[in-house]
């Protein structure tokens, strides 16, 4: 398989990149403390002082969103991760043994997308109380685990009978090890792209949650919060809510355009 | 009509589990309504003949089967937070949730089916990697962020309409539908990039196959090829895909009604997860559930009538 970049992937990349690094950065070093307030420095414009201005307490923006993107792909993060891994192995395993406990797992499966993806985590988190930021992952998270399922169980199911895979039992092999070794790695042409587009699905979903004042809540800033407090002073301030909304559209579109960019090289690589 | 029976009764199936689920969970979670309503300073006797007049005491199968008979009769509890009954806080929000799905499925239909064949020519052309890289961008824009941007532009500018002031359904309604004509924009935004990303792979690999070519060598213009044959067959997709937006728009919806301030379901939705107003939290879960399964079965129908293949059962 010859990997060929493309310019998806490139131009996915490089937004990605920028963005990771500043968010990075805001974990170790803000310019001002996002939380410090200044009776002097209400609603200042953009300038050289404050790149993204400040709001109605005098909060340097270009910190807070610095923060608030910290925040926000610190939870899509574990998110994807707890949808992926957990989603992944149930998909595996049906797939792979089929039977009854798949047709089952796909039933369930068939009703959960009935729930749209954001209400269904709005149940869980009503259920496990909102609020808090390990709420919001875990309630993303399971709500993430049946589309990774139905991804990979597709593709589990679609090389089970391949000759390699038949070969693998007949030499002795475990279904632990014809799984993990064997079999996942000729799936990741899907699940990279399946990653990438549920990382921005959590993203979303994180910040119309803490949007609606049920994910993230103050003092932790997450980019959703941001924008809902941003949307009282548009006004006066809209800076904030432009840098905000900005910079989700940004996160989205590069890890979007990454995500484009695999699919292509996945399509290639078949052929 | 046997397939249509058939999908009706997964249908039915479909919502059983979609309802048991949610009864389930909040029940796992709700802990006691009884003491809930009486408060920490009721005697155990008060709250043991309370659970009696609610039925609680009945085991968990007969409470959910009283449930869903409530349910369909129109009975779906008492809210703890307003202490109204949950038919009646729902009834007025319903038809404003409603209406606002059904404006922005609208706009997405209308603007994405005959755009996303239209453009093929020139998704396919020298510009393709411009159409991609504007789809991906239009896909990650949040409804709520547009949603600020056109309240302060066609509310407070241009004054369209007035951004938290929600004219009364049934008093106004050509005004309460513009009002929610601009939320239903916002929804629909991201919505229609991913309707026309997908039309466009589907007529990209409906024009590689062997009829589309046949008909070309034969004389055919490609635009001729396109509208009359191409389109009939790339609809049936285009139109699954319509009907699994309604769950997007549904979850667009909790939160656009949030930005302009719109009294619906969502609102009332948040506002009783916020005050663990459980049987109103339940209830509008599964209104909305069953809104978004009926929405796939009514293109399933439609398909069934666009392609004879599906109405013998068959694979499209």
Redesign the interface.
């Known amino acids: 398989m010859k990997k060929k970049m493309n ?2 992937l490139i ?1 996915g990349l490089i937004i990605t990149c920028i963005l990771a690094g500043l968010t990075i950065l805001g974990y170790f070093y803000t310019p001002y403390d996002p939380t410090a307030m200044s009776g002097a420095a209400k609603f200042q414009g953009p300038s050289m002082a404050h790149l993204f201005g400040t709001d109605n307490f005098g909060r340097d923006i270009f910190s807070r969103v610095l923060k608030g993107s910290g925040t926000t792909v610190f939870i899509a993060s574990c998110t994807v991760l707890i949808g992926a891994v957990a989603g992944t192995a149930v998909g595996a395993v049906t797939g792979y043994f089929g039977g009854i406990v798949d047709d089952i797992l796909m ?2 499966n ?10 269904l985590a ?2 869980v ?3 496990l109380g ?1 609020g808090s930021e390990l709420n919001v992952i875990i309630a993303l998270g399971i709500v993430f685990i049946p589309s990774f399922a139905r991804l990979t169980r597709t593709a589990f199911a679609s090389i089970r009978d391949r000759n390699y895979i038949e070969s693998a039992r007949l030499m002795g092999a475990g279904s632990a090890r014809i799984l993990l070794i064997h079999m996942l790695p000729n799936t990741l042409s899907v699940l990279l792209p399946a990653i990438t587009i549920g990382f ?1 699905n959590a993203v ?1 979903a994180e ?2 949650m803490s ?4 994910g993230v809540t103050p003092p932790d800033a997450s980019l ?1 919060y941001m ?2 407090e ?2 009282g002073m ?2 006066r301030a ?1 800076w904030y ?1 432009l840098s905000t ?1 900005l910079m ?6 590069g890890v ?2 990454i995500g ?1 960019g695999l699919q292509r090289l996945g399509k290639e690589a078949k052929y | 009509m046997k397939s249509m029976l058939r999908r009706v009764l997964m249908l039915l199936a479909t919502m059983l589990i979609v309802s048991f689920l949610t009864y389930a969970a909040f029940e796992l979670i709700s802990g006691d309504p009884a003491e809930a309503m009486l408060g920490t300073q009721a005697t155990p006797a008060r709250v043991e003949a309370l659970r009696k007049e609610l039925g609680l005491d009945a085991p968990f199968l007969v409470r959910y089967a009283r449930w869903l008979l409530g349910f369909f009769s129109g009975n779906l509890g008492v809210s703890y937070s307003y202490k109204l009954p949950v038919a009646e806080l729902i009834a007025p929000k319903l038809a404003v949730t409603l209406w606002m799905c059904l404006i922005s499925f609208i706009i997405i239909s209308v603007i994405s089916l005959p755009l996303g064949v239209l453009s093929y020519q020139s998704a396919v052309g020298r510009f393709g990697w411009l159409h991609t890289t504007l789809n991906q961008f239009f896909m990650a824009v949040p409804p709520f962020f547009t949603g600020i941007l056109i309240s302060w532009g066609c509310g407070v500018i241009l004054r369209f309409f007035t951004p938290g002031d929600f004219p009364d359904l049934h008093a106004d309604p050509a005004g309460a539908l513009r009002y929610l004509f601009f939320a239903a924009v916002c929804i629909a935004i991201p919505r229609v990039a991913m309707m026309l990303r997908m039309m466009r792979s589907t007529v990209i690999s409906e024009m590689e196959k062997d009829y589309v070519q046949t008909a070309i060598s034969r004389g055919n213009d490609r635009q001729g090829v396109l509208v009359g044959h191409v389109l009939k067959n790339s609809l049936v997709p285009a139109i699954t895909m319509l009907g699994q937006t309604m769950a997007e728009i549904v979850a667009g919806g909790i939160v656009v009604e949030q930005v302009f301030g719109i009294p619906g379901l969502g609102r009332l939705l948040v506002a009783s997860i916020a005050n663990r107003d459980y049987p109103t939290v339940q209830a509008v879960v599964v209104i909305l559930a069953f809104w978004v399964v009926f929405a796939g079965m009514a293109a399933d129908l439609v398909n069934q009538c666009i392609d004879p293949r599906l109405r013998l059962g068959g694979e499209s």
């Open positions: 310019g998806y131009a039933r369930m068939d009703a959960l997308t009935a729930f749209p993806s954001i209400l709005l149940v988190i009503s259920i909102p921005n979303l910040a119309s949007f609606l004042g049920i959703g924008l809902s941003a949307q548009f006004a809209p809510a909304g989700i559209i940004l996160l989205v579109f979007g355009l484009e």
